[in-house]
């Protein structure tokens, strides 16, 4: 699977939205990017997922770029619950494995 | 829905005691469950893939016979620390896959005195 490169911290004010970057370069064309986040002391929990065309569900906004080496989270408006490390995977159609890099921290503040 | 449990949520052992970890499917059957182990304030790494009614697959670096893993049924995987040490003290995780997506456990803190 490919590899994957995430800022290791974020800040970001409740209320407003919070834009998650991650970088995939060497993204196959039958790779998934797939983004999830852990709460402190929690089990990962599954967010959104997209192949090539921008994705939304009731959790976030996922932007991937038209080259699909890069993508962007979005959190539409942040609260201090989403208070988490946030991880961008990659990983095969079918294979159910995968592989955490070590993502991103965000603080949502008051 | 696809809720994952794990029994206990936090253990404490002594040295050299062995500690078993439930990972169960409760909505649902899952053939294939992960076990992963995280330490402080570093990511998730896989340590084995829990097939049912196969052996278990472990990853490079993971002692088989420390961490022994029983995948007996469709919705329950068990990971057992044998003669733990202080070094073993982890949160442990599990995930079980329905329709080829990862369903994660609430973790399992292990500390071993």
């Known amino acids: 699977d490919a590899k994957t490169t995430q800022p290791p911290s974020m800040d970001c004010a409740e209320g407003r939205a919070a834009n998650l970057p991650c970088n995939h370069s060497?993204?196959?064309?039958?790779?998934?990017v797939y983004w999830y986040r852990q709460i402190h002391s929690q089990g990962p929990q599954y967010i959104i997922h997209?192949?090539?065309n921008n994705e939304t569900n009731e959790m976030a906004s996922l932007i991937i770029t038209e080259d699909r080496k890069s993508s962007t989270l979005i959190l539409p408006h942040a609260t201090l619950r989403d208070t988490a490390v946030y991880y961008c995977i990659v990983r095969g159609g079918t294979a159910s494995k995968l592989t955490f890099g070590t993502g991103t921290r965000l603080q949502v503040t008051l | 829905g696809a809720v994952v449990s794990q029994h206990p949520s936090w253990v404490i052992c002594k040295s050299g005691t062995s500690v078993k970890i439930e990972c169960r499917s409760l909505?649902?059957?899952?053939?294939?469950m992960f076990w992963y182990r995280q330490f402080p304030k570093q990511s998730l790494m896989l340590m084995a893939t829990s097939n049912e009614g196969s052996k278990a697959t472990y990853e490079q670096g993971v002692e088989k016979d420390k961490f022994l893993i029983n995948h007996a049924s469709l919705t329950l995987s068990t990971l057992t620390v044998t003669s733990a040490h202080p070094e073993d003290s982890s949160f442990y995780i599990c995930?079980?896959?329905?329709?080829?997506?990862?369903?994660f456990g609430p973790g399992t803190r292990l500390t071993v005195l």
């Open positions: 997209g192949l090539k």
């Open positions: 995930s079980a896959v329905k329709y080829n997506e990862q369903f």
């Open positions: 909505d649902f059957q899952a053939t294939t």
């Open positions: 060497t993204i196959s064309g039958n790779e998934y």
